[in-house]
Nanobody, 125 residues
Framework: QVQLVESGGGLVQPGGSLRLSCTAS????????IGWFRQAPGKEREGVSC????????YYANSVKGRFTISRDNAKNMMYLQMNSLKPEDTAVYHC??????????????????WGPGTQVTVSS
């Protein structure tokens, strides 16, 4: 059974940093497409970042390029999202997710098959 659990969210001031972690069970991350999406109140789900199963290519939403970095630790079966230079508009619940389709299919609209309960990120002074 696929399970994903996020951690590392919290309250941070604008310009600050957070590192989100995702622990997976029931599958191995290097054999799936994995990524992060976020959802703010009243807004649609937004794909934040993705690592392709096929070749390890990474994808980022334009709104986070240059500020966020996705990574994976195969030995620990964990995934991370390093978030720097955070802005108030980054405030949302962040979910880690997985799918067997490539990032080009699932990333933009975050149409993953599996995702975790999410961790709240609040950027505010």
């Amino acid at each position: 059974q696929v399970q994903l659990v996020e951690s590392g969210g919290g309250l941070v001031q604008p310009g600050g940093s957070l590192r989100l972690s995702c622990t997976a069970s029931g599958f191995t991350m290097d054999r799936a497409t994995i990524g992060w999406f976020r959802q703010a109140p009243g807004k649609e789900r937004e794909g934040v970042s993705c690592i392709s199963m096929n070749d390890g290519s990474t994808y980022y939403a334009n709104s986070v390029k240059g500020r966020f970095t996705i990574s994976r630790d195969n030995a620990k079966n964990m995934m991370y999202l390093q978030m720097n230079s955070l802005k108030p508009e980054d405030t949302a619940v962040y979910h880690c997710a997985s799918d067997l389709y490539d990032c080009t299919v699932v990333h933009a609209r975050a149409t993953y098959d599996y995702w975790g309960p999410g961790t709240q990120v609040t950027v505010s002074s």
